[in-house]
């Protein structure tokens, strides 16, 4: 029981490369978030998604991108990488709105821009 | 716009209760939930209050009041393992968000 799956669990990319993180679920959830979680911070919602070819901005949107395309699956795209997007990378799945049911999270992704 | 506020850090002894309060200030407010995350770990969740009152799950209990814009955490007879940290979480936008305050560490001792 795979729950959700992230990929790569590590990455060290430089400024201005482009990668795209991958996030899967395997509990036929409709919602699904991107956050990411910088010390002191918290986690900040990026982007995310109330179904199959939806996706909204979240509190910090700026330098990514998301698609769904299919409902397993969750993308996020850095086009041109920057120093300040070093940080841990969340994934997670609901099956219902806002915090109603449980989310479930990935085991993260850590990137650096060097 | 959206904010949670709780506090940074809190101690206690092994055995103790302490209790994690969470202000929120959000539109279209869709409850309040509470989350764990060990470090390096993934966040789990640990309760949700949808409504005004207090639930219960094990040691574990959580309040919220819609009208005063508050919530806590109350953890009781704590162990060692119970050090992490804990996140208030609102569904945000009708619940078609769930947005995070910047969380709170907890360390038990002995």
């Known amino acids: 029981n795979a729950g959700v799956t992230q990929t ?3 990455r060290v990319l430089k400024t201005g490369q482009s990668m ?3 996030c899967a679920q395997d509990m036929n959830h409709e919602y699904m ?4 979680q910088d010390p002191g911070m918290g986690l900040r919602l990026i982007h995310y998604s109330v179904g199959e070819g939806t996706t909204a901005k979240g509190e910090v949107p700026d330098g990514y991108n998301v698609s769904r395309l ?4 969750f993308l996020l795209g850095l086009e041109s990488a920057a120093p300040s997007q070093t940080s841990v990378y969340f ?3 609901s099956r219902d709105r806002g915090g109603s049911t449980e989310a479930f999270f990935g085991q ?3 990137l650096t821009v060097v | 716009g959206q904010s949670l506020e709780q506090p940074s850090e809190v101690t206690a002894v092994e055995g103790a209760i302490v209790q994690i309060n969470c202000t929120y200030q959000t539109s279209g407010f869709y409850g309040l939930s509470w989350y764990q995350q ?3 770990g993934a966040p789990t969740f640990l309760s949700y209050n949808g409504l005004d009152g207090l639930e219960e799950t094990g040691r574990f209990s959580s309040f919220l009041s819609r009208s005063d814009s508050y919530g806590y955490l109350l953890l009781q007879e704590l162990q060692m393992k119970d050090s992490a940290s804990y996140f208030c979480a609102v569904g945000h936008q009708a619940g078609t968000a769930l947005i995070f305050g910047k969380g709170t560490t907890l360390s038990v001792s002995s």
């Open chain 1, 8 to 10: 790569p669990k590590f």
């Open chain 1, 20 to 22: 795209t993180l991958l």
């Open chain 1, 33 to 36: 978030y991107w956050y990411r």
């Open chain 1, 70 to 73: 299919k409902k397993q699956n």
């Open chain 1, 91 to 93: 994934c997670a799945s």
């Open chain 1, 108 to 110: 993260g992704t850590r």
């Open chain 2, 38 to 40: 060990h470090d390096g």
